[in-house]
């Protein structure tokens, strides 16, 4: 096995016995991304002197017993959070040369643990998107299955961690760009509860449902990477003082004493019958376990796509106010007047999307339409909430699929606003409500395109979604495919 293909733990193991050092993995890894970054497109900026230096001093750092947990362990990370000295451009010709001042936390959480960045990964502009076709630097590639998209809006972070550049990264979620580009690039990925991973650096898109989480290739590394970025911070308002469980120690015992939830609205028309068999199959698997399996209802989820692209785009026009040209990131040098600075730097300066989502936000916003639309989606919205936490008393873990279909092909969507944003459907309310999700391999189509299962549970319950879902894996066993890279 060529060290790049190494999962975390597996990684870490070999480091503590000394049969490998972070710099010989850091160089397998930066080999493995010149072989194929070409085609796959995951990183914006790769940081290769950073990385070897952050390696030598982890190598330095396990000799003397100072390494943290994810000593030497190279990482990628989504070009929306913030990393000291290294540009990060949220895939927009807007911050295209912005290099921030500081880390974000959990970049200095990761720092902190050992842990390597390599480099900053292709991204939808500012997040907004669901096949990160809309990254201004590179469209990341689905490496099962060439001209196919990786999901988005954190694709590129998926890609890295699938086409083995690196075992981890680091994404964000709003509406599901962590589940579902780690559902159809075929890897392990999780939204935690708003709350548990601090905000503070991470670019904002709409800041109440906004929330950074983990991308691997197993269970097992998906909750050593919560261990490290999970816990209150206080440059984050929005971050809970909870108790941050071991979530390793999670990962034992069988199903026996589970409930898992099957939401009936969530296997309606449109579900693709290959991810519905998938998904009915991983099903059998946790009850073949011991889990007891009974079906639920959320009755307001057909609002949740409505109610979500009021809120998401309305939070984004206020938050996306800043880029003026004033402050930071492009300015237009051709205006005259002020105004006419302001105009173009914002007309040249974002893409299409981001545009669309800044007018129907600042539309839902305006006085006279708030009543009707913001304020409206924001009691819809306590209503799909509600929802979840009647349906949590009678269930632990909600179990369904991440999206409607598998990958699609690239360039198929990208005229049609609407049907990206219906492909969100499933992910969506997780964030309205603030609870946790994540995405887990459950198979591949009869193409070879993967297929997640997204599990989701209570707020602060990531436990049981890392027990069910390392449950799955282990009685899945999926076989070892070939990328098509
Ligand atoms: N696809 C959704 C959107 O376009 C979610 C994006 C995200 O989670 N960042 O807004």
Not at 412 to 418: F, K, S
Request: glycine share 10%; charged share 20%.
């Amino acid at each position: 096995m060529n060290p790049y293909e190494l999962t975390i733990s597996q990684a870490l193991k070999e480091m503590e016995q000394g049969e490998l050092s972070a710099v010989e993995l850091t160089k397998s890894c930066l080999g493995r991304i010149d072989a194929v970054e070409k085609e796959v497109s995951a990183f914006v900026t790769i940081d290769r002197e950073g990385a070897l230096a952050q390696a030598e001093n982890a190598d330095r750092q396990r000799k003397t017993g100072d390494g943290g947990t994810l000593c030497g362990i190279p990482l990628s990370v989504k070009d929306l959070l913030c990393t000291k000295g290294l540009r990060t451009t949220c895939g927009s010709k807007m911050l295209e040369n912005y290099v921030p001042p500081y880390n974000a936390t959990v970049v200095e959480k990761i720092k902190g643990a050992g842990a390597v960045i390599l480099g900053k990964t292709t991204m939808d502009e500012f997040a907004m998107g669901s096949s990160s076709e809309s990254c201004a630097f590179g469209v990341p590639n689905n490496p099962w299955k060439k001209g196919y998209v990786a999901g988005g809006s954190s694709g590129g972070s998926a890609v890295s961690v699938a086409s083995h550049e690196c075992p981890g990264s680091l994404g964000s979620d709003t509406g599901g760009s962590i589940r579902q580009p780690a559902s159809l690039c075929g890897i392990v990925g999780m939204k935690p509860t708003y709350g548990r991973v601090s905000r503070y650096g991470l670019t904002a898109f709409a800041s109440s449902l906004d929330q950074v989480g983990p991308f691997c290739r197993t269970v097992e590394d998906c909750a050593l990477m919560m261990n490290v970025i999970s816990g209150y911070d206080q440059m984050d308002s929005t971050s809970v003082k909870q108790d941050v469980p071991d979530f390793s120690s999670s990962l034992t015992g069988g199903m026996e004493g589970l409930k898992i939830g099957v939401p009936r609205e969530y296997f309606t028309k449109g579900l693709d019958s290959e991810v519905e068999k998938i998904i009915h199959n991983s099903i059998e698997v946790l009850r073949k376990q011991g889990a007891d399996i009974i079906e639920v209802s959320l009755p307001h989820t057909e609002y949740c796509v409505a109610v979500y692209y009021l809120i998401a785009p309305s939070e984004a026009s206020s938050n996306l106010a800043r880029y003026d040209g004033v402050l930071y990131g492009y300015r237009d040098m051709e205006a005259d007047t002020l105004m006419d600075m302001y105009k173009q730097t914002r007309s040249k300066g974002f893409g299409a999307e981001v545009k669309r989502r800044i007018l129907i936000g600042t539309y839902a916003l305006s006085s006279g339409y708030y009543d009707a639309y913001y304020k409206k989606a924001s009691q819809v919205r306590t209503l799909i909430l509600n929802d979840f936490k009647k349906s949590f008393e009678s269930c632990d873990v909600l179990i369904s699929p991440v999206t409607p279909t598998p990958a699609w092909k690239m360039g198929e969507n990208t005229e049609d606003p609407l049907a990206i944003y219906m492909s969100d459907i499933l992910t969506l309310s997780a964030n309205l409500a603030g609870i946790p999700g994540m995405s887990v391999p459950g198979g591949f189509t009869a193409e070879g395109l993967p297929v997640g299962v997204q599990l989701q549970a209570a707020h602060f319950q990531e436990e049981k979604l890392l027990k069910t879902s390392f449950n799955l894996e282990q009685g899945l066993r999926l076989e070892r495919r070939k990328l098509d890279i």
